[in-house]
């Protein structure tokens, strides 16, 4: 009998495997076909406001309702970035509430929620909604091919959808480890990185190898300059916690508290959806369109040392924060690294005052790191993220010193890590 037994666990684990490895393919597509849609809507809203500026004052407002009434009457779990979801779906895989927040259906409101706020004109990213997306896609291929669901096939599918969406794998391993997995196991991390890395590859195969943000030379020579870049480092680390904690404290507020206006708004989701839109709208306008969108083109020119107005980082920490709040689906990842890029040139401005020999996308991209990491918490993936991106790896240490400065004020502005929060909506 112990042959049958052991042809049987054997076949097991081969399903099991063809399962990841399938799951990893489909949403490497979705998610490149995800990017490619988000372009494609950002630029018809560009070419809609160019031509109709005063248009945009109504879309995002009616946009944003339509969407959040729509979601909340097919797919209420799709709402928001989609990472608590994940995290929440991961502590039980198989109950009722992972079934609703990883289905299909929810994932496609999602997918096309998304899209809706941007062609709104919402400072929304695609990259949360990815991870959603990838975990729901993760978890239908192992139900079809009748594969057991457990929390590493829910994290894998997340971090590949991290991985596919950024192009960053190792991003989506240290994304895994510090935010969606609580007790990272072995074997979980075998399957995380089987997923990630075969995400990427295809990602790779379909897209070649760019880098999200484009290659940075931002690498500082000499022990003066490094020295100086560190200490540029520890600045932007407690703007960054300080602002970052912020942002995340601001979500939590809208999502937990029990009294006053906060919660009278939250029973009228339409209303607060309609309001978050005026104010969207609003920026947008007055900003003259810095604050529309993902802001990845201003990043992009940020960090290569282009211009911007000073304005873009303020105005894009508002329509973020409107964006969130009104309850539609769409991600804060890219918004939060173009409102980094905001601190980081305002840091330039002040620094490269002083030190001109300094370019100022140095600034820019420790300023990334710094803010990301104050609404995250995550200071690894940060990191990660902000190397892989950029392909500049002569910045780490600015980087790290940045990273751990702003985790460590963020806690101090914000005690609960924003995603955790979040997710307890969800168990």
């Keep these: 009998m112990a042959i049958p037994t052991n042809r049987a666990k054997l076949a097991t684990q081969l399903r099991s495997r063809l399962?990841?490895?399938?799951?990893?393919?489909?949403?490497?597509?979705?998610?490149?076909?995800?990017?490619?849609?988000?372009?494609?809507?950002?630029?018809?809203?560009?070419?809609?406001?160019?031509?109709?500026?005063?248009a945009s004052l109504a879309m995002a407002p009616l946009l944003f309702m339509a969407v959040v009434w729509i979601t909340r009457r097919t797919a209420p779990l799709a709402r928001g970035s989609g990472i608590p979801q994940v995290m929440a779906a991961?502590?039980?895989?198989?109950?009722?509430?992972a079934g609703q927040s990883l289905g299909l259906g929810t994932a496609t409101v999602k997918f096309f929620g998304t899209l809706a706020v941007l062609v709104a004109g919402g400072s929304a990213g695609r990259e949360g909604p990815s991870v959603q997306i990838g975990a729901a896609i993760?978890?239908?291929?192992?139900?079809?091919?009748?594969?057991?669901?457990?929390s590493g096939i829910v994290i894998a599918g997340g971090a590949a959808g991290v991985a596919a969406a950024f192009n960053t794998p190792l991003a989506g391993i240290a994304f895994a480890i510090e935010e969606l997995a609580a007790a990272f196991e072995q074997r979980v991390a075998m399957t995380v990185m089987a997923a990630?890395?075969?995400a990427g590859l295809v990602s790779l195969s379909l897209d070649g190898d760019y880098i999200y943000f484009g290659a940075m030379t931002a690498t500082i020579a000499g022990t003066k300059m490094l020295t100086l870049m560190i200490g540029a480092g520890v600045v932007a680390g407690v703007f960054g916690g300080l602002l970052g904690g912020g942002f995340a404290r601001i979500l939590i507020a809208f999502a937990w508290s029990q009294g006053g206006w906060i919660a009278r708004m939250r029973k009228r989701p339409i209303v607060l959806?309609?309001?978050?839109?005026?104010?969207?709208?609003?920026?947008?306008?007055?900003?003259?369109?810095?604050?529309?969108?993902?802001?990845y083109a201003t990043t992009r020119a940020l960090l290569s040392g282009g211009a911007a107005p000073l304005s873009f980082g303020p105005t894009k920490f508002i329509a973020t924060v409107a964006t969130a709040l009104s309850g539609a689906p769409g991600g804060i990842f890219a918004p939060s690294l173009s409102v980094g890029a905001g601190l980081g040139q305002w840091l330039s401005v002040a620094f490269t005052w002083f030190f001109p020999g300094i370019a100022p996308g140095a600034f820019v991209l420790v300023g990334v790191a710094a803010y990301f990491t104050g609404v995250t918490r995550a200071p690894l993936t940060a990191v990660i993220i902000v190397m892989e991106m950029t392909a500049d790896r002569g910045m780490i240490l600015?980087?790290?010193?940045?990273?751990?400065?702003?985790d460590a004020v963020s806690t101090l502005v914000c005690k609960r890590k924003l995603y955790?929060?979040?997710?307890?909506?969800?168990?």
């Design 19 to 54: 399962a990841a490895l399938t799951g990893a393919v489909l949403l490497a597509f979705v998610a490149i076909g995800f990017a490619r849609c988000g372009d494609w809507v950002q630029a018809v809203f560009a070419r809609t406001n160019a031509a109709h500026p005063l």
């Design 90 to 97: 991961a502590e039980h895989p198989v109950g009722i509430a």
């Design 138 to 150: 993760m978890r239908a291929v192992h139900r079809w091919m009748r594969v057991p669901l457990t």
């Design 196 to 198: 990630v890395m075969l």
């Design 273 to 295: 959806a309609g309001v978050c839109g005026v104010i969207v709208a609003a920026t947008g306008y007055l900003s003259d369109g810095q604050s529309w969108g993902t802001g």
């Design 398 to 406: 600015p980087l790290m010193a940045a990273a751990l400065v702003a």
């Design 420 to 427: 955790h929060a979040l997710s307890l909506q969800f168990r």
